[in-house]
């Protein structure tokens, strides 16, 4: 009898413990249904770590930079998504976007047609990138601009045909036919040989990017400061930068492309822009 009695009494116990577990069973089953209810689709957004201030991960150890700041703007005006921001290197980055690893990568990237056949561009830019001429300061009267460099000589460290600022000078000798830079193509090279190249009198412009100069040159750090006292640069003007989006993202970067509007509409683009440039870059991007 006693042996019947503890049998039920344990058949009861085991009952009430599956009862337990299926409970907790359907409230976990319950939490992800919520959670997939909230309706978010998960983005990597991958980004360069060491190009500031554009792109990099800061003392603390945070994503950061201007075109960063700009996504997790964005990031605010679409509740629809989930970003998730993954500091890596270049190489990563566009292998992993043209992938699918990532959804977009953001690289201070210029537009051009090889990129186009592997990446979704937004219609909206991310951010500029300045460009212009590093050129032997002793001709700094000679040269104040790209036309006045074209009159002086147009000599022009070769470009390799890859590359978009290849374009730019393409597109300027089209409308300056009668004094056209003399656009040469190349392979790659160090940016040592160009501002060597340019001292030696073998050329007598390198066309270099804005930030690239002001850290290799005029900053007291600067791998080449040396030649600080040697070398002048004046600006040109400033190339839209572009976050790049896998082939299958079509409808995150129109989404991106309707809340950048709003922020620049806002004011909040150009908010930025001060905060890590200390200037409008927007105002040197010219057709």
């Not at 990017?209 to 004046?234: C, F, P, Q, R």
């Amino acid at each position: 009898m006693n042996f019947i009695k503890t049998k039920k009494v344990f058949g009861i116990i085991v009952m009430a413990i599956i009862a337990i577990g299926l409970v907790g069973c359907g409230g976990q089953k319950a939490a992800k249904v919520n959670d997939s209810s909230q309706g978010q689709k998960i983005v990597r957004v991958a980004h360069t770590q060491t190009y500031v201030p554009y792109d990099f991960v800061n003392d603390k150890g945070e994503s950061d930079g201007f075109e960063v700041q700009v996504l997790k703007e964005v990031a605010k005006l679409l509740p629809q998504y989930k970003f998730e921001f993954v500091p890596t290197s270049d190489d990563d980055l566009l292998i992993g976007v043209e992938s699918g690893k990532y959804n977009v990568g953001i690289k201070g990237a210029w537009y051009t047609e090889q990129r186009k056949d592997k990446f979704v561009f937004p219609k909206e830019p991310v951010g500029a990138s300045i460009i212009g001429f590093v050129f032997r300061k002793e001709n700094a009267e000679q040269i104040k601009d790209i036309e006045s460099f074209a009159k002086f000589s147009g000599k022009l460290v070769p470009i390799a045909p890859q590359n978009a600022q290849y374009a730019v000078i393409e597109n300027f000798n089209k409308s300056h036919a009668d004094k056209p830079i003399k656009l040469v193509s190349s392979e790659a090279f160090t940016i040592a040989d160009a501002y060597t190249w340019v001292l030696e009198g073998r050329y007598d412009a390198y066309l270099d990017i804005d930030l690239s100069y002001k850290n290799n040159v005029e900053k007291e750090s600067g791998a080449y400061h040396n030649l600080a006292d040697k070398l002048s640069y004046v600006r040109y003007k400033a190339i839209p930068t572009y976050p790049l989006f896998n082939k299958k993202d079509q409808q995150f970067a129109d989404d991106y492309d309707k809340a950048y509007k709003q922020l620049k509409e806002s004011g909040k683009i150009l908010e930025l822009e001060k905060e890590y440039f200390g200037e409008d870059v927007f105002q040197y991007v010219k057709d």
